[in-house]
């Protein structure tokens, strides 16, 4: 149920990234670009519609992108804001740490999701790659060497294994040398929130990395505590020490903006030397 939710939320954002790119399109254009059925087409395009001023669609199944006003402060311009956070954290990740020849796991929501992105976009022919989530394999089957499924391996030409809670013995079979994380929240000594689900897969992940963990989000999820908690510090650190939380600064200008950089900078300050790194 957890994987399936992962897919839906994945393609419901390549949806609306299409949408927003080429401003107007129909429901039998991003079937066919999508390889969908039209019908779970417009449920997702009716989810953006319902939930969010992002999309139209009109009686005749075309889809329209709402204007959009840079001023206007609205969830479309924070969603652009939030969205340039999460490629920066991708541009960074993909510049400054992964290296040829590298195992890594990405495992988590859409911070994830932006660097398998930029990966795919690079072409790192040279990885083996662990992922939870079938567009990242996708999105990176013919760009990386070895690719893995957690918890199944992924074969050419073959079905896709499906997903269990026994990943300690593949990570130790294959070694992974730096992993990547994301989350709903993170606040220092508290630990990292997520859905509950994560909680086995998080700490797999923890113990079987053998160089560093990256836990990776925008400033939005940096002091953020929801009801479920992944896992505390004070078990991460026992599962592993060497770790780095990579975030990014809030947008500067405005009252609200000013409030959410003093609650960050608060945060942020909580945490130990080193373990943080803010873009």
């Given at each position: ?32 670009i999508f390889h ?55 541009k960074y990740v ?186």
């Open positions: 149920m957890a994987l399936k939710k992962g897919v839906t939320t994945s393609r419901r954002i390549r949806i609306l990234e299409q949408v927003l790119t080429s401003g107007f399109t129909s429901i039998r254009d991003l079937a066919s969908e059925r039209q019908d779970t087409v417009k449920r997702d395009v009716m989810f953006w519609a319902s939930q969010y001023p992002l999309l139209h669609l009109t009686e005749e199944n075309e889809v329209i992108a709402l204007p959009y006003c840079p001023n206007d402060d609205s969830f479309l311009r924070r969603l652009s804001v939030n969205v340039a956070e999460k490629l920066k954290i991708a993909v510049d400054e740490i992964i290296q040829p020849h590298d195992s890594v796991c990405f495992c988590g929501a859409t911070s994830s999701f932006f660097v398998v992105k930029e990966v795919a976009y690079r072409g790192f022919h040279s990885l083996t790659v662990f992922v939870n989530n079938l567009y990242f394999l996708n999105l990176l089957h013919r760009v990386v060497s070895d690719l893995h499924l957690i918890s199944g391996l992924l074969q050419r030409d073959r079905a896709l294994t499906t997903p269990t809670d026994n990943s300690d013995a593949e990570f130790a079979r294959y070694g992974v040398s730096k992993s990547f994380l994301g989350f709903d929240g993170i606040a220092y000594p508290d630990g990292i929130f997520a859905s509950p689900q994560w909680t086995p897969l998080f700490r797999s992940i923890l113990r079987n990395t053998k160089d560093k963990v990256y836990l990776i989000g925008d400033h939005t999820k940096v002091g953020k505590m929801p009801r479920r908690k992944v896992i505390g510090f004070d078990e991460l650190e026992q599962l592993t020490s060497d770790y780095l939380v990579i975030t990014t600064k809030p947008e500067e200008g405005g009252e609200q903006e000013a409030r959410l950089t003093q609650q960050f900078n608060e945060a942020v300050e909580k945490f130990p030397d080193g373990k943080i790194k803010v873009l």
